[in-house]
């Protein structure tokens, strides 16, 4: 197998939130991956892989893209391991998850970044992130990361349903692990990969989460350095 991940200046520290989801999800299944870094403007140029973003996933001479795609292709093809989702109603319900916690949390995450984001990318990849990026915000990206403050307090706000929900159970999949704690999970590597800011405070039911998610897999999660 192999996973195409998204890197900058250090090819080390791929940050790419939907790629720590597929990474977790292929540690969870016990499965051997070789990853194989990127920049933004090299994925488009993986043959046979017809993708314009990362997590691609190689297995077998297929491609899957997409970091949904491969969690239910991994389900489908190595059954007899633990499973990501509990069943079709498991899955509908990370399936759920996965679309508010897009809007609560990566919504408001994404511009409080994407500064510290462009500081860290490959140098080719700056034109385009510039262009693509500023297109989004609707602003530049000095602007953006002038209101980081603002978008963080935004971004905090949003977490009370997730604190709340890690005060009766240690992990959002319940006892264990499973597809929803990753797809949280590839939130704060991403953040840990681009940016000193602090997301959490340390009596946050997360703050003590994420440290339960980062030994999980012989401390998988940890071969990002926090930024300072």
């Given at each position: 197998m192999k996973l195409y991940e998204l890197v900058g200046k250090d090819k080390t520290q791929g940050f790419s939130p939907y790629v720590w989801r597929s990474r977790m999800a292929l540690a969870h299944k016990g499965c051997t991956v070789e990853m194989a870094p990127l920049i933004f403007t090299e994925i488009a140029d993986v043959e046979g892989a017809n993708a314009k973003t990362v997590p691609i996933?190689?297995?077998?001479?297929?491609?899957?893209?997409?970091?949904?795609?491969?969690?239910?292709?991994?389900?489908?093809?190595?059954?007899?391991?633990?499973?990501?989702?509990?069943?079709?109603?498991?899955?509908?319900?990370?399936?759920?998850?996965?679309?508010?916690?897009?809007?609560?949390?990566?919504?408001?995450?994404?511009?409080?970044?994407?500064?510290?984001?462009?500081?860290?990318?490959?140098?080719?990849?700056?034109?385009?992130?510039?262009?693509?990026?500023?297109?989004?915000?609707?602003?530049s990206l000095e602007e953006a990361a002038a209101q980081q403050e603002d978008y963080l307090a935004q971004f905090r706000k949003q977490l009370w349903?997730?604190?709340?929900?890690?005060?009766?159970?240690?992990?959002?999949?319940?006892?264990?692990?499973?597809?929803s704690d990753y797809i949280m999970y590839g939130l704060f590597q991403w953040a840990k990969?681009?940016?000193?800011?602090?997301?959490?405070?340390?009596?946050?039911?997360?703050?003590?989460?994420?440290a339960r998610m980062d030994d999980l897999y012989d401390g998988l999660g940890k071969v990002i350095k926090p930024r300072v």
């Open positions: 996933l190689e297995h077998n001479g297929t491609f899957i893209t997409d970091s949904w795609n491969i969690a239910c292709y991994l389900d489908e093809q190595f059954p007899d391991r633990p499973p990501l989702f509990n069943g079709a109603q498991g899955k509908a319900q990370a399936n759920l998850f996965n679309n508010i916690f897009f809007y609560n949390l990566v919504v408001p995450l994404f511009p409080a970044l994407v500064g510290d984001i462009f500081n860290v990318i490959d140098d080719r990849d700056r034109d385009y992130f510039r262009t693509s990026r500023e297109a989004r915000l609707g602003k349903p997730y604190n709340q929900t890690l005060k009766a159970q240690d992990y959002f999949d319940g006892a264990s692990p499973a597809y990969g681009v940016s000193p800011c602090q997301l959490l405070n340390t009596d946050d039911p997360l703050h003590d989460w994420r």
